[in-house]
């Protein structure tokens, strides 16, 4: 999730990119790890980033490198309070919204049981939230930002994982559709849709349209 976040955010800014995928697995997770990935990121987690001898970890890391490099197209507002509320809402995506989705990764085969419920429940909160902030804006923080980016990836894997948008939330899912029409999202998640076919796994059906 995190290094498609990173993905589609070089594509906003129209950066010429090369893109090394690591090996993943459900039974195995991230084996064997690249060795860049070693060497950059304590932790041994993806993404990370090399540029021109700056080689940092951290898609919001990575976000703000990108801001510095190529500041047009900006994907963060340029009034310090929006900035401030895109920064806020980009980190609450990862930090916030999305530990009750890791949760729900381990209890695919509980989903009825009380920790998922909770979990569900929990995301469903965070929608109805986002609901009332997007209001009749087009995005999340009125321009289109790093915010949007970093919840749509996150909503993405909850879908997958049994916490869907739904009709309460009309808004968010108007929000979501035109998130799905931007060429940068589509050019990630796309690729993401077949993979997911490609290995029978669930691809959600808002997803499916973006298949090639």
Do not use: C
């Not at 999730?1 to 955010?9: D, E, R, T, Y």
């Amino acid at each position: 999730m995190f290094g498609m976040k990173a993905h589609i955010a070089a594509l906003e800014k129209n950066l010429s990119i090369e893109v090394i995928q690591v090996p993943y697995s459900a039974e195995r997770g991230y084996t064997p790890k690249h060795p860049d990935v070693v060497r950059v990121n304590p932790k041994g987690q993806v993404p990370v980033l090399i540029h021109e001898g700056v080689e940092i970890f951290d898609s919001t890391q990575i976000f703000e490198y990108l801001e510095d490099l190529a500041p047009l197209p900006a994907l963060w507002p340029a009034d310090r309070q929006s900035r401030a509320q895109a920064r806020l809402l980009e980190h609450q995506s990862d930090e916030v919204f999305f530990p009750h989705i890791i949760r729900l990764m381990g209890l695919q085969q509980e989903l009825g049981g009380d920790a998922a419920s909770a979990a569900i429940a929990a995301a469903g909160a965070y929608y109805v939230r986002m609901e009332r902030l997007l209001g009749e804006n087009a995005f999340l923080a009125g321009s289109y930002s790093f915010a949007d980016i970093a919840f749509t990836m996150a909503q993405v894997f909850a879908e997958r994982m049994g916490a869907p948008l739904t009709n309460g939330t009309p808004r968010l899912l108007r929000w979501r559709a035109t998130m799905l029409r931007r060429p940068a999202v589509v050019g990630v998640l796309g690729p993401f849709a077949d993979y997911l076919a490609a290995n029978n796994r669930q691809v959600p059906a808002f997803l499916s349209a973006l298949r090639g």
